[in-house]
């Protein structure tokens, strides 16, 4: 038996027959590290929670554009200007590849839209803070996409085949993200004194936030244990945070800027570095919806949705009248484009 | 809020010449036309292809994963279609 559509989601649990069988080719696969595709049997809650974190994700692609796109008119140069507005670009594609990977478990981007207009799915609490300078636009690309970097390069290796691909068109266009940010931020450090202190105050705001990123610790992390069970998840929030800190130090010295904490020394003994305790009630806060900018953010993307409508009711109803007038089909897509 | 139900599409980019086409991900569009331009600005932006096909998702047939076993299960016990089953001498060359 052959089904239509690659993508189409299988059974869910209540229409199999044999579920023990199922299960055990499913634990099988995860365990001998392959992937699992998405018309493969997997159960509810591994699909469940690929959705809630692949959609999280996509979101923060989305709404992480804001934040930026702040600053590209004001650019202090073209050079600058052009640089910005193609990270802007890359992540509205960000999003778009994470929103069709997230559909192939047979959710839909409408709803995926509507929950994060409704505020029923999250984005990274991150993009709650305000980019109130031009060195906050350096700050995002070193602090936030590098952090962003270590958490992903893992994912290239998550158990969910389109997820994992996803990632890994990601990973290589975020290393330009970070590249550019502490580029910008390099120039402005080497400065007059005025655009030095402008890079160590985005930095100072900029460094906690990042930290928090990584997610709660471990022993309060709701979903990691079975995460890295199914093997979306391969390293645990603490160990990620700490990779990211053993990075940045270095990073910091060479851009003659200090990080914003008085615990950050070398531990000699566990061969990391060690860092101060991080502010969870501000996590927390931001994440209930009381950051600086919670309400902006949705308010605006909720804003572009709805003033966008009129090109997608056109474009629409263009596709109906062309499809209709040159094959006389009302089926979408057939107007010949696929030719070898 | 309006929301506009524009199918999938199945994108396929040739990366050089020489090359087939393979597949890339996927998007929405109202046509094919615009399924095409959405493809070049979300898979092209760094030069990846110089040919990309559009599909409509709902236009692919695809393979049961749950038959998976019997569906490919005439090429398993079939060894002699490798060069590996057969036994040459040693040092008989170009075979």
Redesign the interface.
Known sequence: ????????A?GTTEDTADTGAYERAFDAAVAADERI?P???MPDAYRATLVRQMAQHAHSEIIGMQPEANWITRAPSLRRKAILM?KV??EA?HG??LY??A?TLGT???EL??KL?SGRQKYSSIFNYPTLTWADVGAIGWLVDGAAITNQVPLCRCSYGPYA??MV?ICK?ESFHQRQGYELLLALGRGTPEQHAMAQDAVNRWWWPSLMMFGPPDDESAHSAQSMTWKIKRHSNDELRQRFVDICVPQAESLGLTLPDPDLRWNEERGHYDFGPIDWTEFKEVLKGNGPCNEQRLTQR?RA??EG?WV??S??A??AR??SRTDGAS????????R? | MTNTDWPLWEVFVRSRRGLSHTHAGSLHAPDAEFALRNARDLYTRRGEGVSIWVVPSSAITASSPDEKDPFFEPAADKPYRHPTFYEIPEGVKHL
């Open positions: 038996m052959a089904t239509a559509a690659a993508h189409q299988y595709e018309r493969d049997w193609a670009q890359d594609g778009l590849y069709s990977a559909e839909s981007r409408d839209l509507d207009h691909r996803a068109r266009e909720r949705h709805e409508a997608r009711e474009a629409a263009y596709a062309h499809t089926k979408p897509g057939e107007t010949g484009a696929t070898a």
